[in-house]
Nanobody, 115 residues
Framework: QVQLVESGGGLVQPGGSLRLSCAASGSLFSIYVMGWYRQVLGKQRELVAVITSGGSTNYADSVKGRFTISRTNAKNTVSLQMIGLNPEDTAVYYC?????????WGQGTQVTVSS
């Protein structure tokens, strides 16, 4: 089993910044993907950013240049630094870990961008 504990999120004004963090524990293997997805009520969950154990990254077009994903393999943590937030970034953000084809999800953390 894999457990994911998220932190960060909250309310921020347009143009502001937030940092999300996620710590993974349990039956982890050395080769796996970590990342973040987000979901707005009534819409499909969408990829925000993912990073492999080797450091390769993939970002949604809508967040490129504003969000930065990073991970610490030794601590099994992944973080998402978000700058230049706008109301369209409002969503529940979910930590994601992919291990050998199996997806694991955190409980989700709300990010609200509003003045």
């Amino acid at each position: 089993q894999v457990q994911l504990v998220e932190s960060g999120g909250g309310l921020v004004q347009p143009g502001g910044s937030l940092r999300l963090s996620c710590a993974a524990s349990g039956s982890l293997f050395s080769i796996y993907v970590m990342g973040w997805y987000r979901q707005v009520l009534g819409k499909q969950r969408e990829l925000v950013a993912v990073i492999t154990s080797g450091g390769s990254t993939n970002y949604a077009d809508s967040v490129k240049g504003r969000f930065t994903i990073s991970r610490t393999n030794a601590k099994n943590t992944v973080s998402l630094q978000m700058i230049g937030l706008n109301p369209e970034d409002t969503a529940v953000y979910y930590c994601y870990v992919g291990i050998r084809g199996t997806a694991y999800w955190g409980q989700g953390t709300q990010v609200t961008v509003s003045s």
